[in-house]
């Protein structure tokens, strides 16, 4: 099983919405109430991709399995140089590296950005992905207490931080 990283194309996003869509409806991985459509998303990445943002995907023999980005973190010029990401892999393709493939990936494409920092805003329940960057590198650099409300209950989110100079 060889994992294959390669930029996003249009033809991916119906997979991804799919991703997109089982992680708004079964977990506190995206804090949307509602299933993206194939139009949002479109929207979306175009944004990104407009201000030079890259956006990648992971295959498996051919089959998407994963994706992920960063864009900014904030909207004030002089947080130019750090950049938020997200990684999302298809629920049963989970523990085969996909994930940190295409973080690692992305760490590389930030660095030749000449960007500084990446930051990764994680639900305090997902404990598998504050694990998983723990392992990468990252370090939680704070916690902000009832920053979201989803299936009838306060959410905390994690700040987790990569320096990338």
């Given at each position: ?82 950049v ?19 973080i ?19 639900d ?21 207490k ?20």
């Open positions: 099983m060889e994992i294959t990283i390669r930029p996003y194309i249009t033809e991916d996003v119906e997979t991804i919405v799919a991703i997109l869509n089982y992680y708004i409806a079964n977990s506190t991985a995206l804090y949307d109430y509602e299933p993206r459509t194939f139009e949002q998303q479109i929207s979306i990445f175009e944004d990104k991709l407009n201000k030079g943002f890259p956006i990648i995907v992971a295959t498996i023999e051919e089959r998407v399995v994963g994706f992920g980005y960063y864009s900014e973190f904030r909207f004030r010029e002089a947080y130019k140089y750090t938020e990401h997200s990684v999302y892999v298809l629920p049963n393709e989970h523990g085969k590296g996909i994930g940190k493939k295409i690692d990936n992305l760490i590389e494409l930030a660095k030749k950005q000449k960007l500084h920092t990446m930051i990764g805003v994680i305090a329940e997902n404990e598998s992905s504050i694990a998983f960057h723990t392992q990468i590198g990252f370090n939680t650099v704070g916690i902000i009832e920053s979201g409300y989803k299936f009838e209950r306060w959410l905390h989110s994690v700040i987790m931080q990569l320096m990338l100079e």
